[in-house]
């Protein structure tokens, strides 16, 4: 059991996709992904974690200090690393950011990552950054909240995905665009990445156009 409190921080930028493809045929979740384009934003989701010892596992989760009534991916990325370590932890984990959820911004995505490295940070962990990324890269294939978020926001950049799969797995062309690049963007409400993905006349177009 962890006496002492462990801590971890980490930030993911958000993103927001240009066009994409979609390819989850495949059985192991690594490879599962897209193809496509997209820009990492300055503005992100940064996460804090604080670990200590618990006689049972409980996970406290927070987005700006409001809890998440259903944070499925957040669980499912600790869920992963406190099996991996085979211990019983109380973990309370912060995400904060300023870009709105289920807008198109990758929120769900980057909350993943930058939680996945928290925990592997706080945990002392001997993964590497790769290996902590396919963790959070799994756990939205999983809840199918992204396919190709975590991959473009792990590389930073502007990001082509030439093919599908997790962070070490797809290949990825990154652009560093220039410092003076701005971006403007405006969202109509939020809307449902699930709901896209398993809408079969969606998906079609969305194959077409990427």
Do not use: W
């Amino acid at each position: 059991m962890i006496l002492t409190v462990k801590t971890g921080l980490s930030f993911s930028p958000c993103q927001i996709t240009g066009f994409f493809s979609i390819h989850d045929a495949a059985k192991d979740p690594l490879k599962i992904g897209s193809t496509g384009a997209g820009v990492n934003l300055q503005q992100g989701v940064t996460t804090s974690v604080r670990i200590s010892g618990a006689s049972r596992t409980k996970l406290a989760i927070s987005f700006n200090g409001k809890p998440l009534a259903d944070p499925v991916v957040s669980r499912t990325v600790v869920q992963e690393h406190l099996e991996r370590s085979s211990k019983t932890l109380r973990v309370n984990i912060s995400h904060r950011g300023i870009l709105p959820m289920g807008c198109g911004y990758g929120t769900s995505g980057a909350g993943a990552l930058s939680l996945s490295l928290a925990v592997n940070e706080a945990l002392g962990s001997h993964l590497s950054d790769i290996e902590a990324a396919q963790i959070a890269h799994k756990a939205e294939v999983k809840h199918m909240t992204g396919l190709g978020t975590v991959t473009s926001a792990f590389y930073g950049g502007m990001v082509i995905r030439t093919s599908a799969g997790a962070p070490g797995i797809a290949k990825v062309k990154k652009i560093i665009p220039p410092s003076s690049l701005r971006v403007v963007s405006g969202v109509f409400g939020p809307i449902s990445t699930a709901g896209v993905l398993t809408d079969n006349g969606l998906r079609t177009r969305i194959n077409l156009c990427g």
